[in-house]
């Protein structure tokens, strides 16, 4: 049975659960095995038979010729050399006549379950190897009728606008068994397919913006892995691929390590590759979970205030003493490295209860009131997660403090959910994502996260002042997609899962032409699952969460990109009507009549297209039924 407790399969299992990257399948001769057509080798096999008969059939100087070739090529290890021998030696005619006769039987036989397992985890692309069509056959068995963009190698750059595109594509890139024009089996045809800029530029674009997976073939083959080789040559860092295989030596183990590729591997005892199928099947059915976050440490101070007694802790009227001794204490912890740091934290905390609850008290009356070093200056706003404070630093620089309520501290879901969002935010800041708001430090005791102050309004105040023409309406929409875009495809694949005009900024005034600026705040730190009203999380049941946020029941994970897809897809509908959308609307009946209504009250004369995209994809109430169409309110506004 194959082990799903490998990490490299985990990993590749969480890019396809969360759907933060697309996904392509690189495929193979291995995945058209079970189907009974000949492979390369045997292929070879049957042309070498051919060769033989000819050679038979001839006498003299041509026999004493072809008997040559013929040692030549039994004793060629290189299939791509022995082809172009094997070529020239049968002669045109009869070399397609023998590879057709030995596909004839292909629109015949049964589609492996490989094929139909993997469009199942909806591929944005397959790189098909195989003559067989399969893929294509497959495709249809899985998806019915719903279009493909189809293509050769070697017709490969007339189809760049695939990558950009919705549509799945299938890349048949060594051809098809019915043309035998786009056949791609000797060095010579490899070489002129490999340097056309055109084929070079469309299997850069899919290794740079996609997560490849390879199945069924020799990853290491120049015709496969020989493009990742390439981009390691020349000095392009791209993300990490993945390959299923069977192969366990150390020259395959050395090359992956080098070319950025994780190995997935299978045992194959009896050469069936049942394993395979099982690994592929496994991915289908994984669920991701929500990850445990570790305590918030102060990263940035260095607290040496001892811990007093209880009785005479919580009788201190300085209540940054208080916080200064809990936060030492809880450094003092968790830096250790004792597997049992987190219960003794966890100890800690319920020991210190009391005072723990002081140290959240903020005085009515702000004054010179400090909050772990900052003068808490003003309130700026305040919900069911808390507060935001404009506070001024030690260096007198200005920043916002996101205080949340009190009630976080005795919920492991919303202190999770502050935990991870507080990594989530660190990650962002790291990483400089242009359009996020940077966060300086974080404390637990209380939680507070200590950020930029953006000046401005939020989207949600903006555009209730001020109705929008469509070309600012798509200059912010871009803005929104490339940012949660950009987050996604982050190796930590950061999700934010509450995308909301209140929770995006709109720097400057805005009031004219002049520069201005969209900031998203707050990726995952405002959502928990199933959230109640006037919780840490969630104001009320907003329209602008996903019906798999707020239902514990549901079937679908709300670990994944197309979360952000709907969120993204109601902002762009709250931008348009200036409407707050009630929670589930979707699910009313005339919703995609009331989109088209809006549609054709606010036509766009630059663009005809421009009304049909956006909420009606990206807002489908069953989250499969967002993928494809509903990314485009993510990826399409990037392109």
């Known amino acids: 049975m194959f082990k799903t407790n490998q990490p490299e399969f985990r990993s590749l299992a969480q890019i396809v659960s969360e759907r933060t990257r697309p996904l392509v399948a690189w495929v193979g001769a291995g995945l058209s095995i079970p189907a009974g057509l000949p492979t390369w080798s045997k292929l070879r096999q049957i042309l070498i038979q051919a060769l033989e008969q000819k050679a038979n059939a001839t006498d003299g100087p041509t026999q004493e010729g072809l008997l040559g070739k013929l040692r030549t090529i039994n004793a060629q290890e290189n299939h791509w050399i022995a082809f172009h021998i094997l070529r020239e030696a049968l002669g045109a005619t009869t070399y397609k006549t023998t590879i057709r006769d030995a596909l004839k039987d292909t629109p015949l036989q049964v589609i492996p379950l490989g094929y139909l397992t993997l469009w199942k985890l909806r591929l944005s692309g397959m790189l098909n190897l195989n003559l067989d069509k399969l893929a294509t056959r497959a495709f249809a068995g899985v998806h019915g009728t719903k279009p493909v963009i189809e293509f050769h190698g070697q017709n490969i750059k007339q189809y760049a606008h695939a990558l950009g595109s919705t549509t799945p594509f299938i890349a048949n890139l060594h051809g098809t068994y019915d043309d035998s024009s786009s056949w791609i089996f000797t060095h010579d045809d490899l070489r002129k397919l490999t340097e056309s800029p055109g084929y070079r530029e469309f299997l850069t674009s899919c290794i740079l913006t996609r997560a490849i997976l390879f199945v069924g073939i020799s990853a290491n083959d120049v015709a496969a892995g ?53 690994c592929v099947a496994a991915l289908l059915g994984y669920l991701p979970e929500e990850p445990d976050a570790e305590p918030v440490v102060p990263r940035h101070h260095s607290f040496e205030e001892p811990l007093p007694p209880l009785n005479e802790l919580v009788k201190c009227p300085d209540l940054e003493l208080i916080r200064r001794a809990l936060n030492t ?84 879901n919303h202190l999770q959910s502050f935990r991870r969002g507080v990594r989530s935010m660190r990650i962002l800041s790291q990483a400089k994502i242009p359009g996020v708001v940077r966060y300086h430090e974080e404390f637990e005791i209380p939680a507070i996260a200590v950020m ?31 940012i949660v875009r950009q987050s996604h495809q982050l190796p930590s694949r950061v999700l934010h899962r509450d995308l909301r005009p209140k929770n995006i900024m709109v720097k400057q005034k805005w009031e004219g032409d002049e520069d201005w600026e969209i900031v998203v705040l707050d990726f995952d730190l405002s959502y928990h699952k199933d959230a109640q009203e006037k919780s840490v999380a969630i104001e009320s049941y907003s329209g602008f969460l996903a019906p798999e946020q707020v239902d514990s029941n549901s079937r679908y994970s709300s670990r994944n990109a197309l979360v952000d897809s709907y969120g993204l897809g109601m902002t762009l509908y709250f931008i348009r009507t200036r409407q707050e959308p009630s929670f589930n609307q979707p699910a009313q009946s005339g919703w ?35 993928d494809r169409e509903g990314m485009c309110a993510i990826t399409m506004l990037c392109v």
């Open 226 to 278: 020989g493009h990742l080789a390439r981009l390691q040559e020349i000095g392009i860092d791209f993300n990490v691929h993945y390959w299923i295989t069977d192969k366990r030596d150390g020259e395959s183990d050395q090359w992956a390590e080098q070319v950025g590729v994780r190995m997935i591997r299978y045992d194959n005892p009896d050469g069936a590759h049942k394993e395979m199928h099982e």
């Open 329 to 412: 204490e809880a450094s003092h912890i968790l830096a250790g490295s004792s597997q049992d740091k987190y219960n003794a934290y966890e100890a800690f905390c319920e020991s210190y209860d009391e005072a723990i609850h002081r140290a959240w008290y903020i005085p009515r009356t702000l004054g010179t009131h400090e909050l772990m070093g900052y003068k808490l200056v003003r309130e700026i706003a305040s919900g069911g997660f808390g507060t935001v404070y404009e506070a001024e630093g030690p260096d007198q620089s200005s920043v916002a403090i996101k205080l949340l309520r009190e009630a976080i501290r005795n919920d492991p």
């Open 452 to 482: 930029d102050l953006v000046p401005g309004q939020t989207l949600h105040d903006a555009i209730q002042r001020r109705a929008l023409d469509w070309r600012t309406s798509l200059d912010i929409a871009i803005r929104l997609a490339t």
């Open 592 to 626: 995609m009549k009331h989109l088209g209504d809006l549609a054709e009250r606010h036509r766009c004369k630059e663009w005809a297209s421009l009304p049909q995209r956006g909420p009606g994809a990206a807002t489908k109430l069953d989250q499969p039924h967002r």
